[in-house]
């Protein structure tokens, strides 16, 4: 089992033809570093599909999602990157309202 503590999320789109070493330039431009136990989200430019690097203290994952239909609530806002708590990841793979979600994993109507 890859054991997470953290999740960032970047704002800017990745190609999705980026494979491991893109994607992890990508996270050292983005954040600075691949810290171990961290994983960090990518989407398209159309935010149809998704890339997950994880770094698990030895290696690199990364895992892809694509939607057949529909999109992933992906912020658009002038900030480069974020940071989501587990229930809010949760929630953005199920493309489900994340931004919502507060510390007990509950949604919030705003």
């Given at each position: 089992?890859?054991?997470v503590e953290a999740l960032w999320l970047s704002t800017a789109p990745l190609?999705?033809?980026?494979?491991m070493d893109t994607a992890l330039a990508r996270v050292?431009?983005?954040?600075?570093?691949?810290?171990p136990h961290h994983a960090y989200c990518f989407a398209n430019r159309r935010a149809d599909r998704m890339k997950v690097l994880v770094h698990d203290g030895i290696g690199i994952w990364l895992a892809a999602r694509r939607l057949n239909a529909g999109k992933f609530v992906w912020p658009r806002d002038g900030s480069s990157t974020l940071t989501l708590s587990q229930p809010q990841f949760d929630a953005?793979?199920?493309?489900?309202?994340?931004?919502?979600?507060?510390e007990a994993g509950v949604i919030t109507v705003v």
């Amino acid at each position: 089992m890859i054991s997470v503590e953290a999740l960032w999320l970047s704002t800017a789109p990745l190609d999705m033809r980026a494979g491991m070493d893109t994607a992890l330039a990508r996270v050292v431009a983005v954040f600075g570093a691949a810290r171990p136990h961290h994983a960090y989200c990518f989407a398209n430019r159309r935010a149809d599909r998704m890339k997950v690097l994880v770094h698990d203290g030895i290696g690199i994952w990364l895992a892809a999602r694509r939607l057949n239909a529909g999109k992933f609530v992906w912020p658009r806002d002038g900030s480069s990157t974020l940071t989501l708590s587990q229930p809010q990841f949760d929630a953005l793979v199920l493309g489900l309202p994340w931004r919502r979600i507060g510390e007990a994993g509950v949604i919030t109507v705003v």
